[in-house]
């Protein structure tokens, strides 16, 4: 049976405390809410450097309900098979967590990622996006999308996005999914699945950042909706059982592009984007094209 | 099973030892010259013999990070690198340090490229002295399996909390065979303690968040206390030292340091790792030819043996000290060490330094004496 | 020699850890109680668990606790009934 919002309603703990130092309309903590607070009872979480080790908060005590461990940025999947595999040894039962950015999961993180899903470690790594390194200041990472003006990009990214989902698939995670901050109920599902398979586990929120993104902070979730009504972010599942993607059932319909709004849309909303030209648009939807062509040899 | 008398490679002596203290977690990856204590580690755990989880990252940066992770979580736990190795899991190298958790990672010493070389000095862990590790320097395969042994007994108990580096010559050691006492593994075993209480450990019902953002104060007081734990470990080295020589009969100095010859010298010849230990046949040739000469073999370069240091320069008439590392700039690690020593306690014995062996160059004990009589 | 644990830093969850964090409002939500169909919508987006969920069984309302709420305005922009708005902080 999919989450409903009563069954999040009927949650009996929280992982995330009132009084956090997210900023206002963080998507992160919004994500972190929901998707560590699905398995609180049993979640350990491993973070490395990203806006998550700051909005936790400090000095008398934090808002994360759950075991906590920060570390350095390349290496939360290490950190987080070095816990699952002293857990097990000494017959503890856990869902061991690395919960990274997109810079530390798609770029200085990677070969650690890969390595962990490499030996099928039994452990989830969420990697939440708002495409940038936020905790610095908003620069470039590798899961920028073209035409994003960010602090080390101020006339446009021109590099092609890096979809780790994909990279995760080619090396035979047990589990890959996409999700987003705008369906609540679907990435909890996504959650409670991941945990379920053995091995190494893998899931991407897209997670909206008002301040790099130069948003309203109101439109947090909207931003996050129109990136998948828009088909910039398909949300789908995989397994390395089927080797089959499997689209949401929230964005099922965007597969079909006479359904998807203009990337536009999406774009408008955003200050990140102002002053992108015709061409730098068209490579964006060039870009998503080719993350569509990609993911369509997957699907049914 | 009893003790075993064996012909060994260091490398092998430092396997042994980790298969008799039973670790829950070992993580590790390949350099030579320290690849065949994990080799030989990863076939105990697939065949059986060894009960421990062993991951195979895929860098040294992982390495060290998933058996740190090990450690929170409240495992025993072992790594190994050397040279390069040691210094890509540099960031993880402090943060296992000031992390106070009880690590035991060996390092076979091997100097730093460029040109590649895989012969020993000492530079590697040297440019570690200030990462919160207990560094423990080794003359012999014996003493690399003792001290391999004694590591744990020092890193897990409470009142120190450190992770300990037991660092053993590349080749000099690592690979080349000698007798080693292998002891009982129970016995062995037993003297360690099982890690059942650990300084740390996570469980999912009882929340807490390690290292999140830290103000000055807190920050302070953990390294203040970590300077602390380090003064305490120099009295817990020596009695580990002393419980391993009543339990086994092998002995290393008072754990800190090692004398051989007799106080009131004209010439102290101070060394570290096995030049040290060569040192002594230099003392034993220059002393035949009638001069006053003998040794000191520094065992822990961390915590520094500060007390013993003051101790031997006022028992002796000059300072020799011989390094295998060096601080470009300054002067060698070792000398720099000795030297403030003796400068902040006002002791004005002349100290001499010499850089030597750096590369894997051979230092015979004959060029130590011909060294020695240029100074004395 | 006395045992001794390790100086480390280890901290505890507690609420407010960034203090009241409602001092960081500019704006805050103001639910019309006439309009809320107790959807609980906004409950579920709240970033910082600032709304206490309606419960229809007892025809109560959402409420905000403004001890915590950052104003972010994701409640007003997201409920379906156009129910909760968004007003200056006047101090
Ligand atoms: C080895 C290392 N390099 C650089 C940094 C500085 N740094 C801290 S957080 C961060 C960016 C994190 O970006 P991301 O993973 O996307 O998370 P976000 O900040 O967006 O939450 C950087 C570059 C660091 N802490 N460690």
Wanted: glycine share 8%.
């Amino acid at each position: 049976m999919p989450t409903t919002l009563k069954d999040l309603m009927n949650n009996p703990k929280e992982a995330l405390l009132k009084g956090h130092f997210a900023c206002a309309g963080c998507g992160s903590a919004l994500a972190f809410r929901h998707a560590i607070g699905a398995i609180a009872d049993k979640a350990v979480v491993v973070i490395p450097a990203c806006c998550t080790s700051v909005y936790q908060g400090f000095g008398r005590g934090v808002a994360f309900d759950v075991p906590t461990i920060n570390v350095a940025f390349a290496s939360s999947d290490a950190v987080a098979a070095g816990i699952k595999h002293a857990m097990e040894k000494k017959g503890k039962e856990a869902h061991v967590v690395a919960w990274a950015g997109d810079g530390g999961t798609a770029d200085i993180g990677i070969a650690t990622l890969i390595g962990a899903c490499d030996r099928q470690d039994n452990i989830l790594h969420i990697m939440y996006s708002n495409n940038v390194y936020s905790n610095t200041g908003g620069q470039r990472s590798g899961d920028t999308p073209i035409g994003a003006r960010t602090t080390t990009t101020p006339f446009g990214n021109k590099a092609q996005r890096k979809m780790v989902p994909f990279i995760m698939m080619a090396n035979n995670a047990s589990y890959v999914a996409t999700a987003s901050v705008a369906y609540i109920p679907d990435l909890v599902d996504k959650v409670k699945k991941a945990i379920s398979y053995d091995g190494f586990k893998f899931i991407e929120i897209d997670a909206s950042c008002p301040v790099a993104w130069k948003s309203d902070s109101a439109d947090s979730i909207k931003v996050a909706r129109l990136a998948v009504e828009t088909g910039v972010w398909p949300l789908f599942e995989w397994d390395n059982k089927s080797n089959k993607a499997v689209l949401s059932k929230r964005g099922s319909k965007f597969r079909n592009k006479e359904n998807r709004k203009p990337i536009e849309e999406w774009l408008n909303i955003q200050g990140r984007f102002k002053g992108m030209s015709d061409e730098e648009i068209k490579n964006l939807y060039a870009d998503v094209d080719r993350q569509w062509t990609f993911l369509e040899k997957f699907l049914e | 099973m009893a003790e075993e008398v064996v012909m060994l490679t260091g490398n092998h002596s430092v396997s042994e030892a980790v298969k008799r203290v039973k670790p829950d977690v070992i993580a590790a990856y390949p350099i030579t010259p320290q690849t065949a204590i994990i080799e030989y580690l990863s076939k105990l755990v697939d065949s059986g013999e060894m009960d421990s989880h062993f991951i195979r990252v895929e860098s040294e940066h992982s390495a060290l990070a998933a058996v740190a992770g090990a450690s929170w979580a409240g495992a025993r736990t072992f790594t190994a690198t050397s040279s390069q190795g040691l210094l890509y899991m540099g960031e993880w190298v402090f943060w296992t340090g000031y992390a106070r958790l009880p690590v035991v990672m060996a390092v076979v010493n091997r100097c730093l490229a460029p040109g590649w070389s895989i012969w020993v000095d000492l530079q590697d862990s040297m440019a570690f002295r200030d990462a919160g590790w207990i560094q423990i320097y080794n003359k012999n395969n014996q003493e690399v399996f003792d001290t391999t042994i004694q590591s744990y007994k020092i890193a897990e108990s409470k009142d120190i909390a450190l992770p300990v580096m037991p660092c053993l010559d590349g080749f000099v050691l690592s690979h080349t065979s000698s007798k080693v006492i292998l002891s009982d593994p129970e016995e062995v075993y037993n003297f360690v303690g099982d890690y059942s209480d650990p300084i740390i450990e996570i469980d999912t019902g009882k929340p807490f968040a390690y290292g999140s953002i830290v103000m000055p104060d807190k920050y302070n007081k953990d390294r203040k206390d970590l300077m602390e734990a380090m003064e305490r470990a120099k009295a817990k080295i020596k009695a580990v030292n002393k419980e391993f020589s009543e339990t086994f009969g092998r002995t290393y100095g008072n754990g800190l340091i090692e004398k051989y010859g007799d106080d009131d010298a004209d010439l102290t010849i101070v060394g570290i790792g096995t030049m040290a230990d060569e040192t002594q046949q230099a003392i034993d040739m220059l002393t035949s030819e009638g001069l006053k000469v003998n040794s000191v073999r520094v065992r822990t370069f961390r915590p520094f043996p500060t007390e013993d240091i003051i101790d031997i320069a006022k028992k002796n008439h000059k300072l020799l000290v011989i390094d295998r590392s060096v601080s470009f700039g300054h002067e060698g690690h070792l000398q720099m060490e000795i030297e403030s020593v003796l400068k902040r306690n006002s002791i004005d014995t002349p100290v001499i330094g010499k850089v030597m062996g750096l590369g894997g160059e051979d230092v015979p004990y004959t060029r130590i004496a011909k060294v020695a009589k240029e100074n004395l | 020699m006395t045992e001794k644990e390790p100086s480390m830093p280890i901290l505890y969850p507690i609420e407010g850890a960034a203090g009241l964090t409602g001092d960081w409002r500019t704006q805050r939500p103001i639910v019309d109680p006439e309009k809320c169909k107790m959807c609980n919508i906004c409950w579920q987006y709240c970033p910082d668990l600032a709304i206490t969920a309606a419960n229809k069984d007892e025809n109560k309302v959402i409420v905000f606790d403004y001890t915590y709420c950052k104003g972010c305005g994701i409640c007003a922009s997201e409920c379906p009934f156009g129910a909760i708005h968004m007003e200056k902080e006047v101090d």
